[in-house]
Structure formats: structure tokens, C-alpha cells
């Protein structure tokens, strides 16, 4: 099957295709960059398909830097015109004995092959100019239904590559798309093969899987493909919340939470781990209401145990572990609460707390949603005293060490202790972020017994 449509080539890609057809080698722009053409999209990468073997890619692009990056799988780089462009020989994978990466690869001169051997449909697209898209498999169709599925025989895609599983949620995710019945049943069929993928791929998947547009959806039907790299998230499904505040159980919650979340990925993470340590901190009062004291800290512990493992940097860690802990935190509209707030968290994480605590509020009972005018209350607070450029860090402070120095205190420890408790009273209120204030304040501490 064939479909014209005009694409938008970069110069590059272009010169690369002129270069090899007109040296006898059919060559097609494939794979995700003409699926994103055909939705309207930009693609982030190019990649080419030819009939030549690397050797014959050499030679007939050899005016270009070229990088050898996989000659073992026929690919080579060509760097031009400030682009990086892979350009692959059609091919045949062998078989794939881990389940990840074919054992060997067998060069072909038919790109039907070469499309055959492709994850999806919608990935499985060629296109050259003169010829518009090549399409054997049903891709266009797939994509004008917006359906995710299987080049072939859907376990055997998958006992390929474990993490084509990921990848399908996640285009079903960020694209919108449904998942074709045949490749949905053997997703779950195969889940367990997600086990042996390197954390660091899962990582990369799952991210942008949770930055999608449509990850609640992917999330709640596919939960059980989920928890299996993902165990820690288990105990939350069914779970109970019998409390004024709950109208759903702790997965549920979570889910609607994160329907309310921008897709930040540290705010998208956050959520989902914000309430998974209710589990483990539940108890039930004698009049039947559920509490769950503690579970902050509690989820702080898993969210750890869960980044560590997916191999996350280690100040993404941190600070998606101060947002989990800190997430059930009061934030009230005071002035004095606000600049503490700040004082503790900083600008950037008292901001994401925000969203998270409106996010959270609105994934609970609405009887209470009268809370969020409390919470904007807060927040307009909270731009004014930035607005304001209040003190509420040691460097905001009118006086610094130099300054207690030339008041007779020498170096040392005494000098932080002052500057933290000059900083405590200027967050309190009870003493004004003004250079002589904080002098005479300064020499009536040091005076003191």
C-alpha cells in the first residue's frame, strides 16, 4: 500500500537520500520520523533505511563525516549541516536469545524485510519523495484509528525486545492511541519480561509514559504491567481510604491526582509516590475512620527505594523525596508560615508543593474542595512576599559575618549560630531585615549569658 503524502525533509536527510538513490541504492526516511510527519508533528530524530551495506555507505557518502556508531548492525552517523542523521542497511534480525538485542544481524535488499522486523505498525512507515509512504502493514490505517499494535505475531514482537511492552503504553500515553486487542492481551501475557530489562531503559520509558497526555488511562489499565517493575505500587490498588476526606481508595486517588498534575516529571513522580506509604501506616479509630499517621515519611522511604533502583540522579532523588514527605504539609495564607515555608524549601520546591497539595485536594471528597480558596489565598501570598523580595535566606539578610566580625565575634561556629537566630526573628516578625536592627540585635545576643 501506498500513500502520498508530502513531507517536510530537513536539507540533510534530503542530500542523503539524493546521494544514495543516484548511486543506485533505493533509501526511504523510516520508522517514528515519518509517523510524526503523517500526524503533523516535528520529528526529533531522522533516521534512513537503505538497501546499501555500510562499506558501500562509506563510499558513496564519504564527502561527510561519517561515525561509525553500529557497523555490526549496519548503521553509520552522518554529521551535516549540523545534523545527525543514522543511516542503516535494510536487515533481517537473527534471534534474540536475551530477550533485548538480537544475537546477529543479515543484511537484505528488500525493504519490506527490513519494515517486517519492526515493533509497531505505526513504526513500520517508509518514505522517499518519489515513491510518498510505503506502507505493508497497515501503519496508515493504524494511525488514522489511532491504534497501537504488533507488526506480526505480538508475543514473538515482544519475546524480541521485553521493553517494546513499555513502549507501546507509553505511545499509547503521549499519542492518545488504544492498544489493539491481539498486542494488549499479550502485553500482559509477557509482562514479566520487563523484569529483565536494565533499570536505566525502564527509566527512560516510564517517564515519558508518565508525562503523557493519557497516562492516567495507560496507568489504570495497565497497572498489573506496571507493578511488575514497579511492585511498591501494589498494596495502594483497593486499598480503602474510610475518612471524610477519601471518596476513592489510595490508587484511585492517586490516579485523579495526577490527572491534575502539569507533566513535569518530577511533579508527575511525586504524586504517584506520593501516598504509597498509606499502606503500610493504616489504622482505623474506634468510630471507624481510617488514618494513615506517618505516611509521608513512610512514602519518602519507598519513593527512595523506587528512584535508587531506576537509577535517577541523585539530586532528582532528593528532591522528589522532600516533595513526597513534605506533600500533606499545611499552607496556610501567613505571612510568617510562608516565609518559613520558604525558608525550609525554597522557591522552587514551595511552588511544586502547591501544585501538589491542589492536585491532591482535588482527587479527595469535593465536599471539601472548599479548600483550594484557601490554598490561592496562600499562593498570592506567596508572590507577594517574592514580589517583595522578602528576606527568608541567611543571604537575604541586610548583615553578614564580615559585619559580626567587626562587632568583636570571632570566627567560627558563634557566627552561624547568630546569623540563623537573626534570620529566625526576621522570619518571625520580631526583628526588621534592616542593617542597624540586626547590628544592635546581633550585640544584644552576643551580650547575653
Request: net charge neutral; charged share 30%; aromatic share 8%.
Amino acid at each position: 500500500m501506498k500513500a502520498n503524502v508530502i513531507f517536510e525533509l530537513p536539507d540533510a536527510v534530503k542530500k542523503i537520500l539524493n546521494k544514495l538513490t543516484g548511486a543506485g541504492y533505493p533509501s526511504y526516511v523510516v520508522g517514528g520520523c515519518v509517523r510524526d510527519q503523517f500526524m503533523g508533528r516535528t520529528p526529533n530524530d531522522w533516521d534512513v533505511t537503505t538497501s546499501a551495506r555500510p562499506d558501500e555507505m562509506k563510499r558513496v557518502l564519504g564527502e561527510w563525516k561519517l561515525l561509525d556508531t553500529g557497523l555490526k548492525h549496519g548503521t553509520i552517523t552522518v554529521l551535516l549541516d549540523q545534523s545527525m542523521v543514522e543511516v542503516t542497511t535494510f536487515r533481517v534480525d537473527g534471534a534474540y536469545t536475551d530477550n533485548r538485542h538480537p544475537d546477529e544481524v543479515f543484511f537484505t535488499t528488500k525493504l519490506e524485510d527490513d519494515l517486517a522486523r519492526r515493533d509497531f505498525t505505526i513504526n513500520a512507515l517508509a518514505y522517499h519523495p518519489d515513491s510518498g509512504v510505503i506502507d505493508c502493514f497497515g501503519g496508515v490505517e493504524d494511525l488514522n484509528r489511532k491504534l497501537i499494535r504488533c507488526v506480526g505475531e505480538p508475543d514473538r514482537r515482544f519475546q524480541e525486545d521485553g521493553l517494546r511492552i513499555l513502549r507501546a503504553l507509553r505511545f499509547a500515553s503521549i499519542l492518545g492511541f488504544s492498544i489493539e486487542k491481539q498486542t494488549s492481551d499479550s502485553i500482559f501475557r509477557n509482562a514479566s519480561l520487563l523484569n529483565g530489562i536494565a533499570n536505566e531503559r525502564i527509566r527512560e520509558e516510564f517517564t515519558k509514559l508518565l508525562c503523557g497526555n493519557d497516562a492516567v488511562t495507560v496507568l489504570r489499565k495497565y497497572q498489573p504491567v506496571i507493578g511488575c517493575f514497579l511492585p511498591e505500587l501494589n498494596a495502594m490498588i483497593q486499598f480503602p481510604q474510610r475518612n471524610p476526606y477519601h471518596c476513592y481508595d489510595v490508587w484511585e486517588h492517586t490516579l485523579n491526582a495526577l490527572e491534575h498534575t502539569a507533566d513535569n516529571p518530577v511533579l508527575r513522580m511525586a504524586v504517584l509516590l506520593h501516598d504509597s506509604g498509606k499502606p503500610a501506616c493504616h489504622t482505623r479509630d474506634e468510630n471507624g475512620i481510617d488514618h494513615f499517621h506517618g505516611h509521608g515519611e513512610k512514602s519518602r522511604e519507598i519513593a527512595h527505594k523506587v528512584l535508587r533502583r531506576l537509577r535517577f540522579d541523585n539530586n532528582t532523588i532528593r528532591q522528589i523525596e522532600i516533595l513526597v514527605e513534605a506533600h500533606d504539609i499545611a499552607l496556610p495564607a501567613d505571612r510568617k508560615i510562608l516565609l518559613h515555608r520558604l525558608n525550609r524549601f525554597g522557591e522552587t520546591n514551595l511552588s511544586l508543593l502547591f501544585q501538589i497539595k491542589e492536585a491532591d485536594i482535588q482527587a479527595q471528597n469535593p465536599d471539601y474542595w472548599s479548600r483550594l480558596n484557601e490554598l490561592n489565598e496562600a499562593k498570592k501570598l506567596l508572590e507577594q512576599i517574592l514580589f517583595q523580595k522578602l528576606c527568608f535566606r541567611l543571604k537575604d539578610l541586610a548583615i553578614n559575618g564580615s559585619d559580626l566580625i567587626k562587632l568583636g565575634i570571632l570566627p567560627g561556629p558563634n557566627i552561624g549560630r547568630i546569623l540563623n537566630r537573626l534570620l529566625d526573628e526576621v522570619l518571625d516578625g520580631t526583628c526588621e531585615n534592616q542593617r542597624g536592627a540586626l547590628m544592635r540585635r546581633a550585640e544584644e545576643i552576643r551580650t547575653e549569658k
